[in-house]
């Protein structure tokens, strides 16, 4: 978590994690910015962007660094979580399918909006605090097929990930690990 004063000495799994946390928040911000176009115009292709969308959440929460176990807990759970209770939607058809595949995504977003707000507490970056309340707006036009409305939402979700993805990726390593003797004893 962020200590940007610390520069704690890392080893090449810290390298790698902090690696693929980046990278999920890239693979979750380009899911995003798919999500909107594709609502809009071919709300069917919805399923890879969604499938992106997890898989960076997915991947952000298994590399996630985050002083306090028990919201980092939480917000990968809620990742891992979302990811099962979509893959058991998958073999379900009708509304229970899809009430079951909005509501793992619903646990993708929870996730996705604590990396946001980890993000936006621990450097500053900005528009995080949209995230949350975007990605929270954006279920409710994907329950009613509103797609236009779920689009946008979804896209202003996408970009301002976007925003969050290059900051961290422009952010030396070492600010992601922190003072690891907060967390690792």
Not at 122 to 143: D, G, I, K, Q, T
């Amino acid at each position: 978590m962020a200590d940007p004063q610390h520069v704690p000495e890392m080893d090449d799994f810290d390298v790698r994690s902090v690696r693929l946390y980046r990278a999920g928040l890239l693979v979750a911000a380009l899911g995003l910015l798919a999500a909107g176009p594709l609502a809009w115009f071919e709300p069917g292709a919805l399923y890879a962007a969604r499938n992106a969308v997890v898989l960076g959440a997915a991947l952000a929460g298994s590399n996630l660094h985050l002083y306090d176990k028990r919201i980092r807990a939480l917000i990968v759970s809620a990742a891992w979580m979302g990811a099962v209770v979509m893959l058991f939607a998958a073999s379900w058809t009708g509304p229970l399918a899809r009430g079951l595949e909005l509501m793992g995504l619903g646990l993708v977003f929870v996730a996705l909006s604590g990396f946001a707000l980890k993000e936006q507490f621990c450097f500053r970056v900005p528009f995080m605090r949209a995230v949350p309340w975007l990605l929270a707006a954006s279920l409710v036009p994907l329950l009613a097929e509103w797609w236009g409305v779920a689009g946008a939402l979804l896209l202003a979700a996408g970009v301002a990930y976007l925003v969050l993805a290059v900051a961290k990726i422009r952010m030396p390593l070492h600010h992601d690990i922190g003072d690891k003797s907060k967390y690792q004893h």
